[in-house]
């Protein structure tokens, strides 16, 4: 069984940075590409970045791009999401999900698992 575990969270002001961290545990890490989804109040969840099962590849968001960093740690089964130049349209509540998908995706459909969701709070 697949568990991913979030943390980091927490309530900034605009232009502050923040790490979420997510934790794998369960079958190979190594195995899964992972994602760092959103989803703000009234709005569907939409992909902030995703990275490949050996973080040569990623994918993000037009509106992180330059700002958000996403990296895995495949010995420790972790995968981070470093945010700088916080803005409150990025206050959400971010999500940790993994797929054993071949590919990339934006879509949340091929994410097999999700964790509970971490809230980021950026005020003006």
């Known amino acids: 069984q697949v568990q991913l575990v979030e943390s980091g969270g927490g309530l900034v002001q605009a232009g502050d940075s923040l790490t979420l961290s997510c934790e794998y545990s369960?079958?190979?890490?190594?195995?899964?590409?992972m994602g760092w989804f959103r989803q703000a109040p009234g709005k569907e969840r939409e992909l902030v970045v995703a990275?490949?099962?050996?973080?040569?590849?990623?994918d993000y968001a037009d509106s992180v791009k330059g700002r958000f960093t996403i990296s895995r740690d495949n010995a420790k089964n972790m995968v981070y999401l470093q945010m700088s130049s916080l803005k409150p349209e990025d206050t959400a509540v971010y999500y940790c999900?993994?797929?054993?998908?071949?590919?990339?995706?934006?879509?949340?459909?091929?994410?097999?698992?999700w964790g509970q969701g971490s809230q980021v709070t950026v005020t003006a």
């Open positions: 999900a993994a797929t054993t998908s071949l590919w990339l995706s934006r879509a949340a459909a091929p994410y097999d698992y």
């Open positions: 369960g079958r190979a890490f190594s195995s899964n590409a």
């Open positions: 990275i490949s099962r050996d973080g040569g590849n990623t």
